[in-house]
């Protein structure tokens, strides 16, 4: 499991980065070809063109940056489920916050995303509130 964590681990700074610089064609090609994008208030998307239009809409938003932390993983058969923490920031706070839950998935060698899906948090009603 420690070289799946590490693997996973690599693959979420790589997702960070291709966010937080901006570029959401990187983004989709961190996903499997059949992956399934399913983010809240949204129909499922499917397809790198799509799931690489949705992430730049949410840059366009202005969204700049993105945290992922995993809270766990668990291994079976030729997948690994993911649960983790996200923080969404703009330019001068955070933007929302939550919980997701990525099922990767092993394609010639690479993981890669194959069911993304995140909700946000209750967030406090004075965002200086919201946890750093």
Same mark, same amino acid.
């Given at each position: 499991?420690?070289?799946?964590?590490?693997? #996973?681990?690599a693959?979420?700074?790589?997702?960070? @980065? !291709?966010?937080? +610089?901006? %570029?959401?064609?990187?983004?989709?090609? /961190?996903?499997?070809?059949?992956?399934?994008?399913?983010?809240?208030?949204?129909?499922?998307?499917?397809?790198?063109?799509?799931?690489?239009k949705?992430?730049?809409?949410?840059?366009?938003?202005?969204?700049?940056? #993105?945290?992922?932390?995993?809270?766990?993983?668990? @291994? !079976?058969?030729? +997948?690994? %489920?993911?649960?983790?923490?996200?923080r /969404?920031?703009?330019?001068?706070?955070?933007?929302?916050?939550?919980?997701?839950?990525?099922?990767?998935?092993?394609?010639?060698?690479?993981?890669?995303?194959?069911?993304?899906?995140?909700?946000?948090?209750?967030?406090?009603?004075?965002?200086?509130?919201?946890?750093?």
């Amino acid at each position: 499991m420690a070289n799946i964590k590490d693997a #996973i681990t690599a693959v979420n700074k790589e997702f960070m @980065e !291709a966010f937080n +610089t901006k %570029t959401a064609s990187w983004l989709a090609k /961190l996903y499997a070809p059949e992956a399934l994008l399913l983010p809240p208030g949204v129909a499922t998307i499917s397809g790198e063109e799509n799931i690489c239009k949705f992430w730049q809409g949410v840059i366009d938003m202005g969204i700049c940056d #993105i945290d992922l932390e995993t809270v766990s993983l668990d @291994e !079976a058969d030729a +997948t690994v %489920t993911e649960v983790g923490q996200y923080r /969404l920031h703009n330019e001068t706070t955070v933007a929302d916050q939550g919980k997701y839950l990525v099922v990767w998935k092993q394609i010639e060698g690479e993981w890669r995303l194959y069911r993304d899906i995140w909700n946000s948090d209750p967030q406090p009603a004075d965002a200086s509130e919201a946890p750093a």
